[in-house]
């Protein structure tokens, strides 16, 4: 693959309703997006970094600097080119794993659609659909969150993750549970919110039948987690401490998680991801794929994903509506019975349109070799 030029463009993209977790409310998407243009064909990816360093270190503006000062410079000086080649050769850069995975993604959309293979085939997906499921807000109040779960369980999701973080955990849980019953699948996501100090209280979340309890402690506390989990029955699944498959490796081992939420942009690329998955199926530990309200670049891209044999639980891939009124590719839309397509044609298999893509674009810059 010779690079010609590479676009790295800002999208300012509308949510739907305010998207509210323990760590930030978002009413907008701050995307930056890479276009890696060759001989053959073009890629697109996008970088999973929201606005602001909350989720985790990397935020959009920062990983914007990130790949134009340090990581396309080093792919421009390669003389030769493949997506096997990126990570090793951004590997000097310490960190900024999804700024160095909107770049491998890119590269790979691109050779893969020159070449007419599926993101989905190259990965080794054995499935045609994703079990689609939905991730829900945090609301002011009960009410207004029993209305948005009954207006998804209509709309068909396979599963329900409700955001909890401490004062909003057991009232909402134990609503759901009552208004929808126990054959709703259900599951709770914290994003760190909570300390080793609040095992005994996690521990009345096993009297609902959660599917996982996911990231209850902070990145960084691996035994932490150890330690709930001998406390706590309901499983406990790792996000932000997943960083990549030796992470998964570490974290399986000392017992911190019997599930694992693989989000390739917080690995650093589809790449790393798929071992990630391999790991994990080694160690008889399920996974799902996550999300980070993506637009359908990246969420088709998670759905090429989705489809390896180890993703075994509903993702967190749902529809282009659940957040977009209009989304930047043609939307992805989901099945009566809370199924997803995973894409057919070449690379991730869309494109953005081009009317739309004008219309939200912030900013755009072309660097070249
Ligand atoms: O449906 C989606 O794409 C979002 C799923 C979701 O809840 N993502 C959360 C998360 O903590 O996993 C998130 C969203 C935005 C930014 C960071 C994290």
Redesign the pocket.
Known sequence: TNIEAVELRRVAIPLASP?R?S??T?TERDVLLVRVITDQAEGWAEC?A?ADP???SEFTDGAHRIVADHLLPRLFAADRLNADLVAPLLEPVRGHRMAKAAVETAVLDAQLKAAGVPLSRHLGATATHVDSG??VSIYDAVPELLDAVAGYLDAGYRRI?L?IEPGWDIEPVAAVRERFGDDVLLQV?A?SAYTRSDARHLARLDAFGLLLI??PLDEEDIAGHAELARVVRTPICL??SVVSAQAAYEAIRTGACTIV?I?PGRVGGYLEARRVHDVCAAAGIPVWA?????TGIG?AANLALGGLPNFTLPS???ASD??FKQDLTEPITMTEDGRIEIPTGPGIGVAPIPEVLAELTVSTEVLKP
Not at 290 to 294: D, H, I, T
Request: no cysteine; proline share 0%.
């Open positions: 998207f977790t760590f930030s978002q999973v929201i909350l989720y985790s939905v991730s993750k955001k996501d994003n996911e990231q996000d932000e939420n989000k996550g999300g980070m309200l993506e969420r967190d891939i749902s659940r957040y």
